[in-house]
């Protein structure tokens, strides 16, 4: 991805890089606007950005970061889940996979297609690793609202593995605080196992 400012999808003033971590204090305080806050936040990405088989990608617009899509290696979710993370390590054995981490776009940046164009940039990094397969936990708000699905609709080949109540609902023992409930979470998430796309 080293020519990756120089495709031709780029406009000017824009510019998709890799995170390193000189990053970590504006990632920890947009995830913590988006996503989660809390004090697990801040361990959870310095190792994230310290790991080199971590793919942290940002989308700058004048040098202002606008969005970030994050995948990490191997399988991880969200708090304890370990029956259903061990049925993935099943499904995925023998296999190249990656865990999506987090996804966001700053709302005065929404509407200009860069969760596109950091999904593209993504898939590009995860077939030049060999990726075969990845995880997705898509956050289901209580209303039943899923936020980041539509950002990954090239993902047309998935194990959809369930929408799991509650998902959420001891993750503040981790450090993680949601930004719709509070601490007592009632969020669901649906999970999938995605095979990675084949470039054009």
Not at 37 to 55: A, N, Q, T, V
Request: charged share 25%.
């Amino acid at each position: 991805m080293d020519n990756i400012n120089n495709m031709d999808y780029m406009d000017k003033g824009h510019k998709i890089s890799r995170m390193t971590s000189d990053d970590l204090d504006e990632l920890i305080k947009l995830h913590s606007e988006y996503l989660n806050y809390g004090e697990g936040i801040r361990p959870h990405f310095d190792k994230i950005l310290k790991d080199s088989d971590s793919i942290a990608l940002k989308y700058t617009v004048n040098g202002e970061t606008a969005g970030i899509f994050i995948y990490t290696k191997g399988v991880s979710l969200s708090g304890n889940h370990d029956e259903l993370s061990s049925e993935l390590l099943r499904l995925s054995e023998g296999m190249n996979v990656y865990t999506g981490d987090a996804v966001l776009v700053r709302k005065e940046y929404r509407f200009m297609g860069i969760a596109d164009k950091l999904c593209s940039a993504m898939l590009t990094e995860l077939r030049q690793r060999g990726v075969q397969l990845a995880v997705h936990e898509f956050w289901v708000y209580p209303d039943g609202h899923i936020p980041a699905k539509k950002m990954f609709r090239v993902f047309n080949e998935n194990i959809f593995l369930g929408r799991f109540e509650y998902f959420y609902r001891d993750f503040h023992h981790f450090g993680y605080i949601c930004p719709v409930c509070g601490q007592n979470c009632v969020c669901a998430a649906e999970i999938y196992l995605a095979k990675i796309p084949e470039g054009d």
